[in-house]
């Protein structure tokens, strides 16, 4: 198997950044409706995405990037599927209030700045060994498979983690 790491990541991070740009115009445009039918296609999307950073990617770049950086990346994440969470949980004939819309708005754009941040991961990709860049370029594939709902795989982290245990 050839190792396409690179080209998967960044494939995955250019339908997630197209995800959270739509999702950000609709939030603009107060269209609850379309926001909502957007964050459902980002819950579908992603899961597979974010369960692979969380699980394997993150861990191998904490030599290369340090916990601080890592303690962000997954706060980026749980920021980013709290704006899903709570659009799928609006009703979607209902108008969102100004302070809930700017809210949601500002954790969607922060969410599409954490995707184009994605140079420095590349970076640092490329200082992960080869044999190591194929056995995360197969946990990729995996997860791909697996298909999960990122939110099913935050669900299924919180379930899983003692009370005392959490990201680096």
Not at 61 to 87: A, C, F, I, Q, S
Request: glycine share 4%; with cysteine.
């Amino acid at each position: 198997m050839k190792n396409n790491l690179f080209e998967a990541f960044h494939a995955d991070h250019a339908a997630l950044g197209r995800g959270f740009h739509d999702l950000s115009q609709c939030l603009r445009s107060n269209d609850p409706a379309s926001a909502q039918r957007v964050a459902r296609s980002i819950d579908a999307v992603a899961g597979a995405h974010i369960a692979f950073e969380e699980e394997h990617f993150y861990p191998a770049l904490l030599p290369l990037l340090g916990k601080t950086e890592l303690k962000r990346m997954y706060r980026e994440h749980r920021d980013g599927l709290e704006v899903v969470r709570r659009l799928l949980q609006h009703p979607p004939e209902q108008a969102l209030d100004q302070a809930l819309l700017a809210e949601l708005l500002h954790q969607s754009e922060a969410m599409e700045s954490h995707i184009a941040e994605c140079g420095e991961l590349f970076a640092a990709m490329g200082r992960i060994p080869a044999e190591d860049q194929t056995i995360l370029h197969r946990h990729l594939l995996q997860w791909r498979e697996r298909a999960p709902r990122w939110s099913d795989f935050a669900a299924s982290r919180v379930s899983a983690r003692p009370p005392t245990t959490s990201e680096p």
